[in-house]
C-alpha cells in the first residue's frame, strides 16, 4: 500500500523568507504527484501535479516543486512567502490508472507572520 | 460555474443511525469521489464513481456505501454509525477518472458529521 509522508506537521516564517515543505512517498511504481492547499475556510484546490516530463512543475502562486524518483520525494518550494500563503498543504499521490484514488500525507499548516 | 455543493453542511446523528450525505458535482463532471478528513487519521479515499459505477474503493468498512446518479449527483450513505465515523466528508468532482494531465479534482466545502 502506498503512504505519503510529509515530514513538517507546522512550520512558521516571516513574510519573504524561503520555504520548502517536504514530501515522500512509498511506492515502486509509476505515480502521480500532487500538492494541494486549503487557505483558511476555503475548500482544497490543486496547488500543482505531476505526471510526467520535467520533474520540475510549476504551480499557482508561484509555487514549484520537483520530482526526484530515487528519492521518492516530491517537495514544494517558493522563493519568498506571503502572509497570504498562510494555510494547510497536503502532497497526494496516485497511481496511474487508479482513477481519482489519491493517498494524502498527513499535512503541513504554514503560518506566516506578516 | 457553480462549484462542488455539498449537502448538508452539518449533520449531529447518535450511535448506530444512518446517515446520508449527497454531492453535486460541476456541472459537466462524470467523476465524483468522496474522502473522509480526520484530525487523526488525514484525509483517506472513500470511493469513486465514474458514470454511475463505481470505480475505485478505499479501506472502509461495508458500512460505508455510495452510488452515483445519471445526473452524476452522488449520496454516501453510512450505516450503523460509530464515534470514530465523526469526520469531515469531502467529495471532489473531475471531468474524468484522473488519467489524463488535464484532469483536475475540485473539492466541496465537505459534511461536517458528529456522532454522538
Known amino acids: 500500500a502506498q503512504s505519503v509522508s510529509q515530514h513538517n506537521h507546522h512550520v512558521i516564517l516571516s513574510e519573504a523568507a524561503s520555504l520548502e515543505l517536504g514530501c515522500n512517498y512509498s511506492?515502486?511504481?509509476?505515480?502521480?504527484l500532487f500538492w494541494y492547499v486549503q487557505y483558511p475556510g476555503q475548500h482544497l484546490q490543486l496547488l500543482l501535479k505531476y505526471f510526467s516530463g520535467d520533474p520540475l512543475v510549476k504551480g499557482i502562486k508561484g509555487f514549484e516543486a520537483e520530482f526526484i524518483k530515487s528519492k521518492f520525494s516530491f517537495n514544494l518550494r517558493k522563493p519568498s512567502v506571503q502572509w497570504s500563503d498562510t494555510a494547510e498543504y497536503f502532497c497526494?499521490?496516485?497511481?496511474?490508472?487508479?482513477?481519482?484514488?489519491?493517498?494524502f500525507g498527513g499535512g503541513t499548516r504554514l503560518m506566516v507572520k506578516p | 460555474k457553480a462549484g462542488v455543493t455539498q449537502t448538508p453542511r452539518y449533520l449531529i446523528k447518535t450511535r448506530g443511525q444512518q446517515v446520508t450525505l449527497s454531492c453535486s458535482p460541476i456541472?459537466?463532471?462524470?467523476?465524483v469521489s468522496w474522502y473522509q478528513q480526520t484530525p487523526g487519521q488525514g484525509l483517506q479515499f472513500l470511493f469513486e464513481?465514474?458514470?454511475?459505477?463505481?470505480?475505485n474503493k478505499g479501506n472502509f468498512p461495508g458500512r460505508f456505501s455510495g452510488r452515483q446518479f445519471s445526473n452524476s449527483r452522488s449520496e454516501m450513505n453510512v450505516s450503523t454509525l460509530e464515534l470514530g465515523d465523526s469526520a469531515l466528508y469531502l467529495c471532489a468532482s473531475s471531468l474524468g477518472t484522473g488519467g489524463s494531465t488535464n484532469e483536475k479534482l475540485f473539492f466541496g466545502s465537505g459534511t461536517q458529521l458528529s456522532v454522538l
Open positions: 456541472s459537466g463532471h462524470r467523476s
Open positions: 511506492y515502486g511504481g509509476t505515480v502521480n
Open positions: 497526494a499521490v496516485n497511481e496511474h490508472n487508479a482513477g481519482n484514488m489519491l493517498t
Open positions: 464513481y465514474f458514470s454511475e459505477t463505481q470505480r
